[in-house]
């Protein structure tokens, strides 16, 4: 079912949504994009005159209840948002009187799904080498079910719209779409933006197609990277795992992250490229400093000399001038991960450089998809949010999604 072509009207929808939104350390919401992310499917459905009913998680409260990562909140933050007033059941899986009583028009947020394991379907407290684990794992699964079961029971219908979970198999994503049929279960208008902003980077690709990839390691990215050599015309590794390469190549990086376990993946990684035709720019200066702070002192220097008590934390000059060229001469960009530590405004200038390089070839006609909290963080702490084609909700998801694996929170719509 397409929600466009749905009627909310006398309906209890119970819509997935994904307000995992940062909190400060009173809990006040610091940036609400996840929310508003929300906003045209739960407007919809309230106008159609149904029931709203959204469930989320928010961080890993691993199955037990943290007071610290309670969804209560944000029901100012999403009362404001949609223009309701919206009620609050204290424990997911037994809202049975609050959803009873909730009328046509009116919204009922659901605490933490993650309180409960059951949500991730992962046994708790056995470790995987345990000869218990599987049978704990069943368990489990039978128990996750039941979860599913419970949440379904609320609700006439069940709209996916939480692209930042859509890569994992939870109860809520995954799992309690089999208690709706075809025509009461449907993707949000969020995750259908999603799904064509994905497409619209693997389908059609307009050439040159520059990727860059950064933050802290190459061990979360490698699966992204390898797939990407088949894509792109360009490949751009920055952040953190630029030290790793630079190692792997015999360079002294001094106190600079580095993941020594992973010197003959950077090393074939370099070799796929150069077989593939692949450009591969990499950082070759870096701004380092000789504290892990904003405050530290800093010097410019090659990526494969560092001194040994500095740390390199940005990319350097030349290296913003190597990057912006492959960017500005691109048709389709993909962005993910910071160049540095971004969150030091010392040590943001890199990022602020590829954003600034990626506003203007899209302003020159490039199609730009941002993807993953921090560089999302990145264009919009420098302001170039509105100067580029889509920004993404989802990080694991949208890499996922872009490796070309099936996200089980579309397929368990589509199927
Ligand atoms: P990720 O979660 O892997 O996308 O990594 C994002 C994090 O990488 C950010 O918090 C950055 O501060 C961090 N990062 C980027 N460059 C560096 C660097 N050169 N050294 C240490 N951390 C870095």
Known sequence: MKIEDFNFAGKKAIVRVDFNVPLDENGNVTDDTRIRGALPTLKKVLADGGSLIMMSHMGKPKGKVNPKLSLSQIVKNVSDALGVEVKFAADCANADKEVAALKAGEALLLENLRFYAEEEGKPVGIDKADPAYAEAKEEMKKKQKEFAKKLASYADCYVMDAFGTAHRKHAST????????????????????????????????????TAIMGGSKVSSKIGIIENLLDKVDNL???????YTFSKAQGGQIGKSICEDDKLDVALDVMKKAADKGVNLVLATDCIAGDDFSNDANTQVCDVKNIPAEWEGMDIGPDTRVSFANAIKSAKTILWNGPAGVFEFDNFAGGSKAIAEAIAEATANGAFSLIGGGDSVACVNKFGLADKVSYISTGGGALLEAIEGKELPGVAAIEK
């Not at 799992?175 to 995750?191: N, S, T, W």
């Open 174 to 209: 995954a799992v309690i779409d089999e208690f709706f049929d075809k025509d009461h279960k449907m993707l949000g208008y969020l995750m259908e933006k999603e799904v064509n902003a994905v497409d619209k980077v693997l389908g059609n690709i307009e050439r040159p197609f």
């Open 236 to 242: 751009i590794l920055c952040g953190g795992m630029t």
